[in-house]
């Protein structure tokens, strides 16, 4: 049997996935933590160091699972989260970080740039003009004179820093590119206007590819690191967000994945670009034929990790002594209590947000506490709090996108039947779960195959997803979250114009 290898570079983890070529089913898959540093208010960032020698021990830890001879690997794809930064200097080092998309120091510049002339650059490069992106940090570098900035040759993400570091090659796919905010979704080349912004040339940047590009002439040092082969072949892949819908099925019309690990997204496939005046949701380019189209959240399962260390200090006790994770704990505890959670309503934005409002001043807010809600109702609140967010995303896509035929889960949270059954019951549609929960790994090994020969599609995909099971919504719950959810909208139009007071004096103090 011959098996593929998905290697997901996460915001924070790098995973390896060992898939059968044949069934597309996981026999084996390695998860290597890595650090998120915060030097300063709204500052976020990583050692990019630290996350290629995550990588590199998730797919040693692979090879020496001995399932299989590294003769019978047939590639290796790649996937990682988008929006990264690094500075680098002309022999390929690093000069700063890598700064993160949740980082928030281009507050001030994305402000000012929506105001002017950012709905004509969202219009040719469907990136919403947020902090998150690459275009926002680099135009913050250049106005704060960041000295990292002034002494680098390129400018990349990174994936492009661990393809450096391998293959000693400056190459980007197109959807890391296009989620730069610098690249024209409609020509598929890096946009002038938006680079005489940011103060770099063409030359600064990487050249783009399409995702089943095959890596050539991989380091003898992660050969010997790793265990592969040197002969091992490699394709770029995209990020996680198009990977994880090719890797769920959702490829046609109306097909809409959903995924929450640390952050979360809804996302549609699109045969063209599609933006608007609104600027609610993104629009990456994929393909040369194909688009990835949706909104992401700030606030996914990084809402129940907050939750496990405000209200969780027991649960972590009681875990350890009957062996269940804290997660585990506190979710069990949401299942006591009743969908609507008693009234009690939770504003997820702890981290800003991005789509549909763009708004990195937004914060995140209990509303309805009474003496009656115990730590059960807000961490019921919370899941379903993330859940709304959720939704008023699908909303904004199905203006441009269309109405959702066919949903699909996957991320951590598919490992959560709870969660699921509110997404369901949220939504008032069935959703459909695979087997396997890396769908983005899988996106991105499937992408390894057609890229050198094994596959003549990526469309082709859709017969080789093993599918576990679906969710149905209830009636009464869906009517429930109706009621709760139409509040849950316009608690954000009212408190907006009080965030950035609240923001600004964070920053400050």
């Not at 990790?305 to 979710?331: C, T």
């Not at 109405?403 to 509110?422: E, H």
């Amino acid at each position: 049997m011959n098996y593929v290898i998905g290697l997901d570079i996460g915001t924070t983890s790098a995973k390896a996935v060992l898939f059968t070529k044949e069934e597309g089913t996981v026999k084996a898959e390695s998860e290597v933590t890595y650090n998120v540093y915060h030097p300063q208010p709204s500052w976020v960032e990583q050692d990019p160091d630290e996350i290629e020698t995550a990588a590199k021990k998730a797919l040693k830890t692979i090879v020496e699972a001995g399932v299989t001879s590294t003769d019978h690997i047939l590639v290796v794809g790649i996937s990682s989260a988008m929006h990264s930064l690094i500075c680098m200097d002309e022999h390929g080092n690093a000069l700063s970080p890598s700064i993160t998309w949740a980082d928030g120091r281009s507050v001030q510049q994305a402000e000012a740039i929506k105001s002017t002339s950012g709905l004509d650059i969202y219009m040719k490069t469907g990136t919403p003009i947020h902090p998150m992106s690459p275009l926002m940090k680099l135009i913050w570098m250049k106005e704060t004179n960041y000295a990292p900035y002034h002494k680098a040759s390129k400018f990349i993400s990174i994936k492009e820093y661990l393809i450096k570091k391998w293959f000693n090659q400056y190459i980007v796919d197109y959807s890391i590119a296009s989620a730069t905010g610098m690249f024209n979704v409609h020509t598929f080349e890096w946009d002038e206007q938006a680079l005489a912004m940011t103060g770099i040339q063409k030359d600064q940047l990487s050249t783009p590819v399409s995702p089943t590009h095959v890596l050539e002439g991989l380091s003898s040092k992660v050969v010997e690191e790793t265990g592969l082969r040197l002969d091992t072949k490699f394709v770029i892949g995209a990020s996680d967000g198009p990977l994880a819908n090719l890797g769920i099925g959702a490829i046609n019309s109306g097909d809409v994945a959903i995924t929450v690990g640390t952050s979360g997204a809804i996302r549609q496939m699109a045969s063209k670009p599609q933006t608007d005046e609104l600027q609610e949701i993104f629009c990456y380019g994929f393909t040369r034929d194909s688009w990835i189209m949706g909104g992401p959240t700030n606030n996914g399962g990084i809402v129940l990790q907050w939750l496990k260390e405000i209200v969780g200090e027991h649960q972590v006790y009681l875990a350890q002594k009957d062996g269940k994770s804290a997660y585990e704990q506190l979710v069990q505890l949401a299942k006591t209590v009743n969908p609507g959670a008693n009234g009690l309503l939770f504003l997820p934005y702890l981290n800003g947000e991005r789509a549909p409002y763009w708004d990195a001043n937004a914060r995140g807010s209990f509303i309805g506490l009474t003496l009656a809600h115990k730590k059960e109702h807000l961490i019921r609140a919370g899941m379903e709090g993330v859940i709304f967010s959720l939704l008023t995303v699908s909303e904004a896509l199905e203006r441009l996108a269309g109405p959702a035929k066919n949903i699909f889960a996957s991320g951590g949270f598919a490992r959560s039947p709870l969660w699921l059954q509110i997404l369901t019951d949220v939504f008032g549609q069935e959703v459909h779960v695979p087997k396997s929960h890396q769908s983005s790994a899988w996106g991105a090994a499937w992408t390894g195959l057609v890229g050198v020969g094994e596959e003549k599609s990526l469309t082709d995909i859709k017969e080789f997803i093993p599918m576990e099971t679906s969710y149905l919504p209830s009636e009464e719950n869906h009517k429930i979250y109706q009621t709760l959810y139409h509040t849950f909208k316009n608690l954000y139009i009212s408190l907006q114009p009080h965030y950035k007071t609240i923001s600004d004096f964070q920053r400050r103090h």
